[in-house]
């Protein structure tokens, strides 16, 4: 079975400064997608950024790009120029690479990031 | 708008009681995921369906139920609720094949039991 760990439980980031998100997983599985996904104070599930583990580069959506060390197990987000609108929660997920459908997601505990203006 | 869409947004029933979730996927989608959201849980993973049939079964009770339809709407069935069962239940849609593209999230399901 996967684990993903979020060991912070909040984070505060002055708006326009650069904060990162920590997690880390534990999988016996060699192909898997990560992903980052932002619930605001709407509860809306948004997903933010996806990790494929067989790909070496870091994924990068504007001013949100991850830390992937799979050696490492660790899957960090960081996001740039903070905006009073990431003030949300968020989620680390683990998904296992399966034929023909997409698989469960397994999610961290979750981190409460706040933009402090 | 997600393109998925979960009914009713709030839910307020007594102990006991039995409700029935519905979620419609975003069009073209055949993967459905149930998924539970409480303070003390976290985001649990409920069941899979796709495209009508049970993939895949997580942390259900067997007081909780579902089912995919021809159409693909999906709907969750709660019974013999009790207060433990309060919590935010989100739905979610993917396509076939997607090779880990994330899937879509509807805006959830705010159920209280009293």
């Known amino acids: 079975a996967q684990t993903v760990t979020q060991s912070q439980p909040e984070m505060s980031v002055q708006e326009a400064e650069t904060v990162t998100l920590s997690c880390t997983y534990d999988t016996s599985e060699s192909n898997y997608y990560l992903f980052w996904y932002k619930q605001p104070p709407s509860r809306q599930m948004i997903l933010v950024i996806r990790?494929?583990?067989?790909?070496?580069q870091n994924a990068t959506e504007n001013r949100f790009s991850v830390n992937f060390q799979k050696a490492a197990k660790s899957f960090s987000l960081k996001i740039s120029d903070s905006q009073l609108g990431d003030t949300a929660m968020y989620f680390c997920a683990f998904m296992k690479h399966e034929t023909g459908a997409n698989s469960k997601l397994t999610f961290g505990k979750g981190i409460t990031l706040s933009v402090r203006p | 708008d997600s393109g998925v869409t979960q009914t009713p947004k709030h839910l307020i029933t007594a102990t006991g009681q039995r409700v029935t979730l519905r979620c419609s996927p975003r069009?073209?989608?055949?993967?459905v995921y149930w998924y539970q959201q409480s303070l003390d849980q976290g985001l649990q993973f409920l069941i899979q369906y796709y495209n009508g049939e049970e993939r895949a079964k997580g942390n259900i009770l067997e007081r909780f139920s579902a089912q995919q339809f021809p159409d693909l709407h999906s709907e969750l069935n709660l019974s013999s609720l009790e207060l433990g069962d309060s919590a935010l239940y989100f739905c979610?849609?993917?396509?076939?094949?997607?090779?880990?593209?994330?899937?879509?999230f509807g805006s959830g399901t705010r159920l209280t039991v009293v």
């Open positions: 990790q494929e583990a067989y790909k070496q």
């Open positions: 979610a849609s993917s396509v076939a094949r997607d090779r880990g593209g994330g899937y879509t």
């Open positions: 069009s073209g989608d055949l993967s």
